[in-house]
């Protein structure tokens, strides 16, 4: 049995170092439990191509890998050029006991019984590895006299599976693939799949290959498509709208298929982001936090954004905001969005559709009331034509 830790997307960056060095090290403890045979990496190191060697998420990527390689060997699938760019080829030169083998190009590598990583099939290797960065136009067009089409550019994809497929054939040890790409009807969160965006790659492309297992990196919903694919998801949670589980994957896998797949969590943030609008409807300016929305703060971080009259913001319920955030791991200052009444009375006004609500309207916000007898011939008017009114002015 071959075990394999399958990760990607780990996006490190300055600004949320503490968080990554967190679940980056509780990785790196995974990897001393388990001791699988490798780990693989499947792109998107970095969360810019622009970031320099010398930045504290840099050096804390480096040391990161290093760890890992004392451990056990490494191989990294380089992410997309706004991500990795180049920088990720730096990494092929980190000294440990194991070899960090860094792919910028779609290729075949094997893992030799001794740990080390060739391109050249040692017999009998203990894995086959087909290798495939994000696939781009310049590449493709670089190695065929090809168009910049991205039909041209999937049946050269659909060879270049195939071809893989065929030279793992030949070695009675499993295979597998990773890669930084995007699958057709793959999820972006727990409803919303992809669709059409990138170079997309088909299960069915993905298909001839024949691996035993495809292990992704790019999409940062962590999820399994079908019996063998699976893409990691990010470490971390980087944004308020994530509320899925971050972690990465332990595969266990025999030349005769996949054995095991477990999702093992991270111990990441939760966020929260809490809006509200007081100018949407005769507010008690009190937020009506729902069972639900008490359950996300819990134990979150949480951002706050109300949306309310420039001369009402005085009237917010801070008393009961900060009563129901009482268990939300850390909080600060609501960012008030001020509206100024002038905004809000016109697009209002707008969508209002008879003189009747309109007049309410125009009365409510200048704290009035408006006489029944107004509202009456109001209506009057509303059911008149355009000639009964100018023949009633004219008399």
Known sequence: ???????????????????????????????????????????????SRYVKLDSKSAKLVFEIIQEIAN???????????????MTVEALRYIKAKYPVWVST???????????????????????????????TKQYFQSMSDIDSTNQEISAAMTAMFAGFGARAAEFNCPHILAGHLSIGGAFVSDTQ???????????????????????????HFA?????????????????????????????????SGLQNSTFIKTPTRKLYKLKYDFTDSQSDFQIPFTHEMLD???????TIELKVFEDEVSKIDQQNLELNLAEAKEYGDPKIIRVPRTNIRSERLLKLRTLREKIIEQARLRG?????????KADNLGSMTADEVVAMVAK
């Open 223 to 255: 999820q399994q498509i079908g019996d063998k694919t699976f893409y990691a998801g990010d470490l971390y949670r980087m944004d308020t709208g994530e509320t899925e589980d971050k972690g990465f994957w332990l595969h266990e896998l025999s030349s």
């Open 193 to 219: 799949q992809l669709i059409g965006v990138d170079i997309e790659v088909s299960t069915d492309q993905l298909g001839l290959a024949n691996a035993v297992v495809n292990m992704l990196g790019h999409i």
């Open 71 to 85: 451990l056990v060997p490494v191989a990294i699938v380089a992410g997309t050029p706004f991500h990795d760019g």
């Open 105 to 135: 190009v779609p290729q075949q590598v094997y893992l030799t019984p001794n740990g080390k990583f060739t391109t050249t099939p040692p017999y009998p290797p203990e894995l086959v590895i087909s290798l495939v960065p994000p696939p």
């Open 296 to 302: 996300s703060i819990k134990d979150a971080i949480v």
């Open 368 to 376: 009035e009331e408006v006489p029944e007898s107004i509202l009456l």
């Open 1 to 47: 049995m071959i075990k394999v830790i399958h990760t990607a997307d780990w996006h490190c960056r300055d600004n949320d170092l503490d968080e990554v060095r967190k679940c980056l090290n509780f990785l790196v403890q995974t990897v001393r439990n388990e001791m699988p045979d490798m780990m693989m990496m499947s792109g998107d190191v970095f969360d």
